[in-house]
């Protein structure tokens, strides 16, 4: 869609302090493994350059609570470009767009149904299974259970039923003590207030589908070791993506296991629209079986990580990334509002 006139975006995120001091002022003493609900600096920054090279005007609104507090001090915006995720709640990521959709203000991403559906996996699991989408096979665990594990599973991951990043993820095998699996599941309901599920370990390669509304083409990232092998027995956690023992490469796109994942990330990109867009990520086994692990309709934006790099290596830059974006949210709100984007008078 071309600009007719300087378009008014205004920035909505939280940054590091914004979440520190939020998480400070709930009850009780959250450890600090659990905050990690932020937008680094670069992603705001990229973001930002990116809207202004484009010819839109940026403001920077910051977090959820200043968006609040001085709405009607702001210019007209025409759009928010949302990139609000919140913490410890389970509908952390669809406060954003519920506000927003209730002020009538257009905004990127998807809304707080998808987001909030997306991120609590104990509600996406049955779904998915449901469109006979292959998943690891999964239970529910709450915090004093350990009974419920499959044996014959072998190896497993544990994980917080409503969290992304992997945060709090942990493997464990049946030879692990059921006190051990206690403590984990308790540390994550006292710390975050919620459940966890247990998910069958798939041994193999770590696949990253990334889709964005409009875009004919896709990224395809894989995750390997830092001697270009598969992942095979290693996992993402939150701490391993913070390091650099791993690699990134754009893999064969004509390989069976990764043809399949891309099938299933844009049937799901469809049946869950509107996404604008997202990352799914997947573990192909030893039999090319493409396991869907988890829908990040929350993706980062930061230049250098999934979503990003895989289009930068399919030959998009960042800047086409972002007017991609822009285009697929002005044409959705166009249809749904009037015919033409309006400017939206906060006061």
């Known amino acids: 869609m071309p600009i007719d006139k300087k378009l008014i975006v205004g920035l909505l995120y939280d940054s590091r302090q914004d979440i520190t001091d939020f998480v400070h002022s709930l009850p009780g003493n959250i450890h600090h493994d659990f905050i990690y609900h932020w937008r680094e600096p670069e992603e705001i ?54 506000l927003l959709e209730l002020l009538q203000v ?61 945060l709090g993820v942990k493997v464990f095998t049946d030879t692990d003590s059921p006190e051990e699996l206690l ?33 004919e083409q896709y990224g395809v990232l894989e995750t390997l070791l830092a001697d270009g092998s598969a992942l095979g027995n290693e996992y993402l956690d939150t701490n391993s993506k913070r ?6 490469q ?8 990764i043809q399949q994942a891309i099938i299933t990330a844009r049937y799901l990109f469809k049946r869950l629209s509107p996404l604008d867009y997202a990352t799914f990520d997947f573990r192909i086994d030893e039999k090319g079986n493409a396991y869907l692990i988890d829908v990040n309709a929350d993706a980062t934006l930061h230049p250098e990580r999934t979503l990003a790099l895989s289009f930068s290596l399919a030959g998009i830059n960042y800047k086409h990334v972002i007017q991609a974006i822009c285009n697929a949210v002005l044409y959705r709100w166009s249809k749904q509002d009037t015919q033409q984007i309006a400017s939206i008078n906060l006061s």
Request: glycine share 4%; proline share 6%; charged share 20%.
């Open 45 to 98: 920054q990229a973001i930002t350059v990116a809207l202004m090279q484009l010819g839109y005007e940026v403001i920077d609104i910051g977090s959820l609570e200043n968006f609040i507090e001085k709405k009607k001090s702001f210019k007209h915006i025409d759009l928010i470009w949302n990139v609000s995720i919140r913490a410890i709640s389970r509908n952390r990521t669809a406060l954003a767009p519920a």
């Open 106 to 166: 257009p905004y990127t991403g998807c809304d707080a149904t998808n987001k909030s559906f997306t991120l609590n996996k104990d509600l996406l699991k049955p779904f998915l299974k449901h469109q006979a989408i292959l998943t690891p096979d999964w239970v529910e665990l709450n915090f004093n259970q350990s009974n419920k594990i499959p044996v014959h599973w072998g190896k497993f991951i544990v994980k917080p039923a409503a969290e992304g990043y992997s």
């Open 183 to 215: 403590q984990h599941t308790h540390s994550i309901y006292t710390q975050l207030n919620q459940n966890c599920i247990a998910e069958e370990f798939i041994v193999g390669r770590e696949i990253h589908i990334s889709i964005i509304e409009g875009l």
């Open 243 to 248: 390091e650099t023992r791993f690699t990134r």
């Open 250 to 257: 754009c893999p064969a796109p004509d390989d069976p296991g």
